[in-house]
């Protein structure tokens, strides 16, 4: 393992013991874009050595979610499916802990109507308030950590390969 993945390895380990300080037998949620794949499951290994019980991985996927605000109706971007709430129901029963890495596309949605996207919001919103609360109050643990991506990098230093 080189220089690099092993200050990988820790970062995720750091996220998982001292972030979100997962405890045995405790569900953990990972939200990450599929760019950090890699990371990702340093970080899925890391909570089941701390005795996590089950790891879910909620991907996103810039590239998709620009499709879908460019292509979906209306109908589409203003329904949230009830399996998406009843997800985060599960996960405050289940006293689980979350794990966020943000990696984001600066440009990803450059150009799109910013009406979809607040329909897509007012959707959302009321119905997973309970969640937003529920995490906003540390009801449950909780860890953001960045991970860099190539498009991200590109941006930052245009002049580097």
């Not at 970062?11 to 949620?29: D, E, F, H, S, W």
């Not at 005795?51 to 460019?70: C, H, N, P, T």
């Not at 979350?98 to 959302?124: L, R």
């Amino acid at each position: 393992m080189n220089n690099t993945n092993n200050l990988l390895k820790e970062y995720a380990r750091l996220a998982v013991v001292i972030g979100a300080n997962v405890q045995k037998n405790q569900l953990v949620m990972v939200n990450a874009p599929v760019e950090a794949v890699d990371f990702v499951r340093m970080i899925v290994e890391e909570a089941y050595i701390a005795g996590a019980k089950k790891v879910m991985i909620e991907w996103q996927d810039s590239v998709s979610s620009r499709l879908f605000y460019e292509y979906g109706t209306e109908e589409a971007l203003t329904e949230m499916p009830d399996f998406v709430v009843d997800k985060l129901k599960y996960f405050i029963e289940q006293g689980g802990c979350a794990i966020s890495v943000a990696s984001p596309n600066p440009d990803a949605f450059k150009g799109i109507d910013p009406m979809k996207m607040m329909m897509v919001q007012q959707a959302t919103a009321p119905k997973t308030k309970f969640y937003s609360e529920h995490m906003m109050a540390s009801r449950s643990q909780w860890t953001i950590v960045a991970y860099p991506n190539n498009i991200w990098a590109k941006k930052v230093f245009p002049q580097l390969s």
